[in-house]
């Protein structure tokens, strides 16, 4: 992993300057560095982007700017509050939002706790039916390894 040329932080932006025929400069800066990293590229060259709008292109790039319309907020709003604003805004960020609590919860969908006296093959259906859905979404991402995980993971409960 490349590291920032101004800290230590990691490269998250790399920039590949071309600066004549056949003659490249590559540059590596992380998202704290990259406005003064455009600012300092451009000191005398009134051409240039300013490093706010460069850093406003670079928000817009990275996340959508479709707004809820019942509460306004802006999928970028949410990235930096981490609280969204209604609850209509799941449907509206959908795409965005399945992905990361897939990422962080491991599954989109709410389980919750099992009673005790539950019986063990209702708590078995359950199970494969979760390892069922992960194997799919593990086959769509073309996670082949941890479809294979799944996939043994299904074998091994369906033999009990």
Same mark, same amino acid.
């Given at each position: 992993?490349?590291?920032?040329?101004?800290?230590?932080?990691?490269?998250?932006?790399?920039?590949? *300057?071309?600066?004549?025929?056949? =003659?490249?400069? *590559?540059?590596?800066?992380?998202?704290?560095?990259?406005? =003064?990293?455009?600012?300092?590229?451009?000191?005398?060259?009134?051409?240039?982007?300013?490093?706010?709008?460069?850093?406003?292109?670079?928000?817009?790039?990275?996340?959508?700017?479709?707004?809820?319309?019942?509460?306004?907020?802006?999928?970028?709003?949410?990235?930096?509050?981490?609280?969204?604003?209604?609850?209509?805004?799941?449907?509206?960020?959908?795409? *965005?939002?399945?992905?990361?609590?897939?990422?962080?919860?491991?599954?989109?969908?709410?389980?919750?706790?099992?009673?005790?006296?539950?019986?063990?093959? &209702?708590?078995? *259906?359950?199970?494969?039916?979760?390892?069922?859905?992960?194997? &799919?979404?593990?086959?769509?991402?073309?996670?082949?390894?941890?479809?294979?995980?799944?996939?043994?993971?299904?074998?091994?409960?369906?033999?009990?």
């Amino acid at each position: 992993m490349q590291k920032c040329e101004r800290c230590d932080s990691p490269a998250t932006i790399h920039v590949t *300057e071309v600066l004549g025929e056949g =003659k490249f400069e *590559e540059h590596h800066v992380c998202e704290q560095c990259y406005p =003064k990293y455009v600012h300092d590229s451009s000191d005398g060259d009134s051409s240039k982007t300013s490093a706010a709008e460069v850093a406003s292109e670079l928000d817009e790039a990275l996340f959508p700017q479709q707004a809820c319309p019942e509460c306004g907020l802006k999928f970028i709003d949410f990235r930096n509050n981490h609280r969204l604003g209604c609850a209509r805004d799941y449907q509206v960020f959908r795409n *965005e939002l399945m992905p990361l609590l897939e990422n962080i919860h491991g599954d989109t969908r709410h389980i919750g706790k099992t009673p005790r006296r539950y019986p063990q093959t &209702k708590l078995a *259906e359950a199970e494969l039916l979760q390892l069922r859905q992960r194997l &799919k979404r593990a086959v769509e991402r073309e996670d082949y390894e941890e479809a294979a995980r799944v996939r043994d993971q299904i074998k091994t409960l369906e033999e009990v």
